[in-house]
């Protein structure tokens, strides 16, 4: 079993507490950076408006890799359009909202010093991040883009 580092059952040692407020910190951060650019109106290549090169999957093979739209995932996701969100990548929607909540979760876990709601938090980030990856190569398989 995973585990947080703790003192005393679910109690948070003080140096886990300030890494969950700089993690809360840089998933807020990506949200707002999310909102500064416009979401790409071909569902992909968002991220190019932070002077990143566009994906080199599919600039070789002619077709979009699984990570491709998540940044114009996220840009719809803070605009409350979750189905366009769902068009640019649908596993980008899923990653939208589980950073969502992980927000609050380790803002208020480190106020109160101990684990909120569950005993596991490490464990649910697995499993929903290989529920994001599944969806993700769901999503990638040929002519699944075309169908929503």
Do not use: Y
Not at 16 to 22: P, Q, T
């Amino acid at each position: 079993m995973i585990r947080v580092p703790a003192t005393d059952g679910r109690s948070i040692r003080m140096s886990v507490r300030a890494m969950l407020v700089a993690w809360a910190g840089f998933l807020l951060s990506g949200f707002l950076a999310a909102r500064v650019v416009e979401p790409d109106p071909r569902g992909f290549g968002t991220h190019t408006q932070f002077g990143l090169p566009g994906c080199s999957i599919q600039q070789v093979f002619g077709r979009p890799c699984p990570g491709c739209g998540m940044t114009t995932s996220f840009a719809h996701f803070v605009r409350g359009d979750l189905v366009a969100a769902a068009r640019a990548n649908p596993a980008g929607l899923l990653l939208a909202s589980l950073c969502l909540i992980m927000i609050p979760w380790c803002l208020v876990t480190a106020i109160r010093g101990e684990l909120w709601l569950t005993e596991e938090p490490l464990t649910l980030i697995v499993w929903a991040i290989v529920t994001i990856g599944v969806v993700a190569l769901v999503a990638w398989t040929p002519g699944f883009f075309r169908s929503i």
